[in-house]
């Protein structure tokens, strides 16, 4: 099946953002993968402060996401893996929509339009973490054209995980 996707926009996060994705990620299903439950709001407007900086030394941050009429959906976009273990030093395309938006291709969209933007500041690649329980957004990964690249443990957690990379210089990227 080869349907078109839908329309969407990405704007770099707003303080009022922060608001936004606090009440979307407030969902067990959309946080079953990132910890069972939404962090506190000062998490997010932290979050979403350090997205409009990296946006302005990077060029790219994890974008909100807007769907058709405009409202607030999610995030998706890519930023430094900051941490200690698995790809240091590497950029990372991540995405999270709220649970009423799921498999309508919201992300898949968003992150091909994500891919564009890396592309076009000069990212040469971008890997994604995923839990390797999390099907839906192993499928995301398929969609773009990533190669599942190791298998590790999360240090947290203990859960199996996987490590999705994509070459963004090479000449058949989709």
Same mark, same amino acid.
């Given at each position: 099946?080869?349907?078109?996707?839908?329309?969407?926009?990405?704007?770099?996060? &707003?303080?009022?953002?922060?608001?936004?994705?606090?009440?979307?990620?407030?969902?067990?299903?959309?946080?079953?993968?990132?910890?069972?439950?939404?962090?506190?709001?000062?998490?997010?407007? !932290?979050?979403?402060?350090?997205?409009?900086?990296?946006?302005?030394?990077?060029?790219?941050?994890?974008?909100?996401?807007?769907? !058709?009429?405009?409202?607030?959906? *999610?995030? &998706?976009?890519?930023?430094?893996? !900051?941490?200690?273990? *698995?790809?240091?030093?590497?950029?990372?395309?991540?995405?999270?929509?709220?649970?009423?938006?799921?498999?309508?291709?919201?992300?898949?969209?968003?992150?091909?339009?994500?891919?564009?933007?890396?592309?076009?500041?000069?990212?040469? *690649?971008?890997?994604?973490?995923?839990?390797?329980?999390?099907?839906?957004?192993?499928?995301?990964?398929?969609?773009?054209?990533?190669?599942?690249?190791?298998?590790?443990?999360?240090?947290?957690?203990?859960?199996?995980?996987?490590?999705?990379?994509?070459?963004?210089?090479?000449?058949?990227?989709?």
């Amino acid at each position: 099946m080869n349907r078109a996707l839908p329309d969407v926009r990405l704007r770099v996060p &707003t303080h009022e953002d922060a608001f936004a994705w606090h009440r979307i990620f407030d969902d067990p299903d959309v946080m079953e993968f990132h910890g069972g439950r939404a962090a506190e709001l000062s998490v997010y407007e !932290e979050l979403t402060t350090r997205q409009r900086r990296h946006d302005a030394e990077l060029g790219f941050c994890l974008w909100t996401v807007l769907d !058709e009429s405009g409202q607030v959906i *999610g995030f &998706t976009g890519a930023q430094p893996w !900051e941490r200690s273990w *698995g790809p240091a030093g590497e950029i990372e395309i991540g995405w999270r929509l709220g649970r009423e938006h799921w498999g309508k291709g919201y992300v898949t969209a968003a992150a091909q339009r994500t891919l564009e933007r890396m592309r076009e500041v000069g990212v040469p *690649g971008v890997v994604a973490m995923v839990d390797a329980r999390n099907s839906r957004s192993i499928a995301v990964t398929q969609r773009l054209g990533m190669r599942l690249a190791e298998t590790f443990t999360t240090p947290a957690s203990q859960r199996a995980g996987h490590c999705y990379r994509l070459d963004l210089r090479a000449v058949d990227a989709p």
